[in-house]
């Protein structure tokens, strides 16, 4: 089986698809993130559904890359025949998601073949094959694919199979097209035209980023990921298109991230602000409005790409998992969990449009000020915390802290924006909490700041305590807690998030996970801000090392085997780099001034 960092994306703002580099599409779900998946083989075999387009002679060589500014994906095949280029790009949606693959050849003559296995609902479901016209068409349920191309098409063992050659100047396409099984067969695209409006479309995008610094290509490649896992009907953004890649081989650390996390979605849109993406910023405020309109104390830390509630999780008994790391979900029971560092997440968020020039919105401001009016009490709660562990719930530091964020980011809108409200209040709420913070989040045997009230275990989100603006980076607690943590929490140099036991006595699940790079970004970015230049240079520097050959990152890594582990690509991870890379710029994009 392929490795995480085999993969690669393509994406139409809708949904999204994992290229592997031998040529196989072993991922995609289709009409949305969300949905069932018709290409299963990610997480069990290829009969569970995949699409390969590769040479039928030995690779000799196989090298690929993203056309600059895009999604387009080129994989370039050697083989002792010749050369062939294979052109992977989704169109950014028009009336319905298509897959677009153009074989080109290179150099020599090359045999190519196609195989397709279509099997809906995650692998468990053969449709129905039939021609029409020049198309062949794949129904089951509510779902039906098109399938087109010149070239001739057969079946064998329920697979459409092409053969076909290429040489110096030929193009073949392909295209797979969804559309709902009631009705009728979508009208043909042209493959060339597709390719050209695909890059039109990123190299439009590309020119708003404003940010023209240190690590610009990182940042911005970074940030067209994270506009490829925003949903754009409705603005919100996914954590990862995938589900139940294992957080630990052969571990049962496996989740669903195809839902729009208020936490993600929150920071994601920060990285933006500071890129120039107004847009972004003003739909994901518009998404936010919706998704958690009506009791503040029924605010869910996820919701669905539209913003559904119910994210009911199940698990699929068919399907082996990732090189056999079962259970395979969909769904995510943490979506009933309390997690209080959301509401800090969202008022620092909303904080930020204004810092950044977003037009006041009453409508807005009346909802944070009922979050807070809920929060003046519900801070005091015991909750489930950041990492959204399955054991008790605690009071958990990190937690703590974004509840004093929101309270902060509440009082700076009053006095930097005009607005009304109980300031006086706020104010003594704020300052209880970081008083609360400083004397029971604090282990005076780690001398560090802890995971919870009364523990004397590390967690690395106390990283955030300086990066939020809790604490200045220099004060020397803060220098203390970094200090542990390097010493304690780190294998080979990089950051866990915090011990696992077999009891799992914090966490209710078994021991064994990776490195939680997200968690080491944020180390980069401490560091810069204590001044330690040079260190936070070289710990960035190693970790972008860590990205694929097309500079994809997912949730961890596993240090002992070397390889990516967890959910792929992960927003979290790509953000954090964003936020290390532009406090080494010297831009910090959380805390304010």
Not at 122 to 139: C, F, K, L, S, T
Not at 254 to 281: H, I, K, P, V
């Amino acid at each position: 089986m392929a490795r995480i960092e085999d993969y690669a994306l393509i994406g139409d703002l809708q949904t999204a698809a994992l290229v592997c580099r031998d040529g196989s599409i072993d991922w995609c779900c289709f009409p949305r993130f969300d949905s069932g998946a018709c290409f299963a083989s990610l997480l069990g075999t290829p009969e569970h559904g995949r699409w390969l387009v590769a040479p039928a002679v030995p690779v000799t060589s196989c090298t690929r890359r993203y056309r600059p500014d895009t999604l387009i994906l080129e994989t370039l095949h050697e083989t002792d025949d010749g050369t062939v280029r294979v052109i992977d790009f989704m169109p950014p949606r028009g009336e319905a998601p298509d897959i677009v693959r153009i074989v080109e050849g290179v150099e020599g003559t090359v045999a190519m073949r196609s195989e397709l296995v279509i099997r809906f609902d995650y692998g468990q479901i053969v449709p129905w094959m039939r021609r029409v016209d020049h198309a062949r068409i794949a129904i089951a349920g509510p779902d039906a694919l098109c399938f087109r191309s010149p070239v001739e098409q057969h079946g064998e063992n329920l697979t459409t199979v092409s053969e076909f050659e290429v040489s110096p100047g030929d193009r073949v396409p392909f295209v797979l097209t969804w559309f709902p099984s009631h009705a009728d067969v979508p009208d043909e695209i042209d493959p060339e035209q597709a390719l050209a409006d695909t890059e039109g479309y990123w190299h439009e995008w590309a020119q708003d980023c404003t940010h023209h610094g240190d690590y610009h290509d990182e940042i911005h490649a970074s940030l067209l990921l994270l506009k490829a896992m925003t949903y754009a009907p409705t603005g919100g953004i996914v954590a990862a298109p995938t589900t139940s890649l294992p957080e630990w081989i052969g571990g049962v650390r496996n989740w669903d991230y195809r839902f729009c996390w208020l936490r993600d979605a929150t920071l994601t849109l920060l990285a933006m602000l500071q890129a120039g993406y107004s847009d972004e910023a003003v739909a994901w405020r518009g998404w936010l409005l919706r998704a958690i309109a009506g009791d503040p104390a029924d605010v869910q830390i996820m919701y669905g790409l539209g913003g559904e509630r119910r994210l009911e999780e199940r698990v699929l008994e068919w399907l082996p998992g990732y090189e056999g790391s079962p259970p395979v979900r969909t769904g995510n029971a943490a979506s009933a969990q309390l997690q209080l560092d959301v509401y800090g997440e969202v008022m620092d968020a909303l904080y930020q449009t204004r810092v950044h020039g977003a037009a006041p919105d009453d409508d807005v401001w009346s909802l944070q000020r009922k979050l807070l009016d809920w929060l003046e009490e519900g801070w005091r709660l015991e909750d489930s915390g950041i990492w959204e562990v399955r054991g008790p719930t605690r009071h958990f530091t990190h937690s703590k802290v974004m509840a004093w964020v929101a309270f902060d980011r509440g009082i700076r809108i009053v006095e930097e924006f005009g607005r009304e409200g109980p300031v006086d209040r706020w104010r003594a709420v704020r300052d209880e909490i970081q008083a609360e913070v400083i004397e029971r989040g604090w282990s005076e045997k780690r001398q560090a700041f802890v995971q919870y009230y009364g523990s004397d275990e590390l967690d690395a989100s106390a990283l955030m305590i300086p990066l939020v603006g809790f604490l200045p980076a220099d004060d020397p607690r803060v220098v203390s807690t970094v200090d542990a943590i390097r010493r304690d929490l780190t294998y080979d140099g990089l950051v866990l998030r915090y011990l696992t036991d077999e009891d799992g006595d914090v966490d209710g699940l078994p021991a064994g996970e990776g490195v939680f790079l997200a968690c080491s970004f944020w180390l980069a970015e401490v560091l810069a801000l204590q001044g330690k230049r040079d260190e936070a240079r070289e710990l960035f520097e190693r970790l972008l090392t860590l990205r694929n050959d097309v500079g994809l990152l997912a949730e961890e890594w596993e240090p002992r085997a070397g390889r990516l582990v967890g959910n792929f690509p992960q927003a979290f991870t790509h953000l954090a780099l964003v936020e290390a890379a532009l406090a080494l710029g010297g831009e910090a994009i959380r805390a304010p001034s």
